[in-house]
């Protein structure tokens, strides 16, 4: 049984790993693979994983590092992928460049993530290609490569049979946020319902061992006027992002205005839970005015995740010790491993998947790419049905999902000018003069990655 991880020089695989491993038995794992196109990074990296492998966790799963791709993709059972095309010098491009302009700058929503999208839909599909040439002809790939949304629509339009399921981690770390405001210590019996699509979506309930708790939850962030655990304020020092490790990611630095914005959101429609990236459509205006331009979510990671991790190789490499604290353990490597172990063991294990509608929604289109529940078994994800979905969600819902839409056409045609109807579609665009200039700006940031439009 062989998993092969593409994006090996990520900042999240030693998580990833460390879940895999946690979960070897269930797993029946033999060998992990790095695949990275970025050997030097990867080569760091490896250093923590071997580390986890063989001395953390004794695990007796192999460990290979490659950069080529047959060595990689040969007889893999499942392929994680976890790429960032262009990595963190671009995304700090896609955050900073519509700031320059007004508009929100952020790596998944608004023009950033469509810029990012741009980069990633011929990468992913290669992605695709390699598994399905020296895979096993039942591999699946689980890609948590974003913008997520924008590359399984790619997917569907591109390579329609592929055996590929896109994630996000979100909905699971706000739900683990839920469970500590809550005091519940396990989230495992904490049941949810979920409509939308990536990065855009709500919850409509959420169940502890069979009650309600949205209610009790209402009030905590109507009381808290935010949805972080007093402990996370205080001893954890949000907004202070050089202090950022450990679990607790999500709620340092600039993050903590997606928490405060979901009490924000909440006074306002209260009868659902938001997901933390609405925020940047609904207070598109608020987060332009607190965001800094020179120095953006990208800096952030730059200066506190990826700095932590490579400092932390080198002092182990010069004195043989390792803080666990430099790298991330817990919900985002848990999430995928746990798919992992639903679709080899059948478990039928609910889910939150990135798929195509198919009537799940009924008034959403059949092939809008949703984030819904569903349960996960060999034969790959049971989707829910729900009922219709109330017309302010669902015209919210047809802006972004047309707009992505039209980005990825624009990018399989190279259509200059439906890459700028995606850019004017956006809710974080004020105008098309606007949308414009953020796509020249764009292009010329993005030369070495785009497909040239006409
Ligand atoms: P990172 O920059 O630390 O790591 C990404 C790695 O991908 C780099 O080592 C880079 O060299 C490599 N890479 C780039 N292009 C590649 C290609 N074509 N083939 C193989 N490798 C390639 O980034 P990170 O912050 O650790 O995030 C990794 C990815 O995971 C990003 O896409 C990020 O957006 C995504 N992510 C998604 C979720 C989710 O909810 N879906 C959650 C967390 C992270
Ligand atoms: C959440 C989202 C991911 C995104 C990440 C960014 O986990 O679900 O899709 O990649 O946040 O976090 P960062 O710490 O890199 O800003
Ligand atoms: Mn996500």
Redesign the pocket.
């Known amino acids: 049984m062989i998993i092969t991880i593409v994006g090996g020089g990520s900042t999240f695989t030693p998580g990833i790993v460390k879940s895999i491993a946690l979960r070897r038995e269930e797993l029946e794992v033999d060998e992990i693979r790095l695949f990275d196109l970025d050997k030097e990074r990867q080569e760091k990296v490896a250093v923590v994983v071997k580390w986890i492998l063989d001395e953390d966790l004794k695990s007796g799963i192999k460990l290979t590092v490659t950069t080529d791709v047959e060595t990689a993709y040969k007889d893999a059972d499942f392929v994680f992928a976890q790429m960032r095309v262009g990595k963190y010098a671009m995304r700090e491009q896609d955050e900073k460049i519509p700031l320059r302009h007004g508009c929100v700058g952020q790596?998944?929503c608004g023009c950033g993530g469509l810029a990012y999208g741009m980069r990633t839909i011929f990468p992913m599909m290669k992605v695709i290609d390699d598994t399905e040439k020296y895979a096993k002809p039942t591999c699946w790939i689980l890609n948590?490569s974003?913008p997520?949304s924008i590359v399984s629509e790619a997917c569907r339009r591109l390579r329609p049979d592929a055996r590929i399921i896109n994630i996000?981690?979100?909905p699971i770390?706000i739900i683990d946020v839920v469970a500590a405001a809550m005091e519940i210590k396990d989230k495992e019996n904490i049941v949810y319902d979920y409509y939308g699509l990536n990065?855009f979506g709500w919850f409509t309930s959420i169940e502890y061992k069979g009650k309600d708790i949205m209610d009790p939850l209402r009030k905590y962030i109507k009381e808290h006027e935010i949805l972080l655990p007093d402990a996370y304020l205080k001893d954890k020092a949000a907004l202070n992002v050089t202090a950022e490790n450990g679990k607790d990611?999500?709620a340092k630095g600039s993050?903590y205005y997606v928490w405060k914005g979901i009490y924000e959101i909440m006074e306002n429609f209260p009868d659902t839970l938001p997901n933390t990236y609405l925020n940047y459509y609904l207070q598109q205006k608020e987060f332009v005015e607190h965001s800094n331009p020179d120095y953006t979510?990208a800096n952030?990671?730059m200066d506190s995740?990826e700095k932590n991790l490579f400092d932390g190789i080198d002092k182990y490499l010069k004195t043989g010790e390792i803080d666990e604290k430099v790298f991330y353990a817990g919900s985002?490597g848990d999430w995928i491993a746990d798919l992992a172990i639903a679709l080899k063991n059948d478990t039928k294990r609910r889910f939150l998947v990135i798929t195509e509608n198919r009537g799940a929604i009924p008034n959403l289109p059949y092939d809008a790419m949703v984030e819904v529940p569903a349960y996960v078994g060999k034969n790959g994800p049971e989707v829910i049905t729900q009922n219709n979905i109330p017309l302010f969600q669902q015209g919210l819902i047809m802006q972004q999902l047309n707009c992505e839409k039209l980005l990825v056409e624009g990018c399989i045609e190279g259509s200059y000018q439906k890459v700028l109807e995606a850019f004017t579609l956006n809710k974080t665009v004020p105008s098309m003069k606007v949308a414009k200039e953020i796509l020249d700006d764009m292009i010329e940031a993005n030369k070495e990655y785009w497909p040239e439009l006409k």
């Open positions: 790596e998944t948590y974003n997520a996000c981690d979100m770390a990065h990611r999500h993050w979510r952030e990671v995740r985002h």
